[in-house]
């Protein structure tokens, strides 16, 4: 039987992280689920991820930072980076 395949979540929105951290568990993954920018790095360290799923607008540090931080340390980890806009000039 394989592992199931890691997620570190990283989303400050408490109502939208938790809905997607159950979809993702009931489709058999293992969910990290961060809420702060700030706590992203030491998190990967521990949690030793399969892929992060970033969201942009964080407190402390964006997304985007974050995953520049993240390719640092870890080159090989898979990152997808998930805008939340709802303005047209955001798009």
């Known amino acids: 039987m394989s592992e199931k395949t890691k997620i570190l979540y990283v989303e400050d929105e408490v109502l939208l992280g938790k809905i997607v ?24 360290a521990t949690y030793a991820p399969t892929i992060c799923i970033l969201d942009v607008m964080l407190p402390h540090v964006d997304g985007f930072e974050l995953g520049k931080r993240l390719r640092q340390r870890h080159p090989q980890l898979p990152l997808i980076f998930l805008p939340a806009t709802t303005q047209p000039q955001d798009t």
């Open 21 to 44: 951290k159950e979809s993702l568990e009931s489709r058999n993954y293992n969910v990290y689920h961060v809420m702060d920018g700030a706590k992203v790095l030491d998190a990967c």
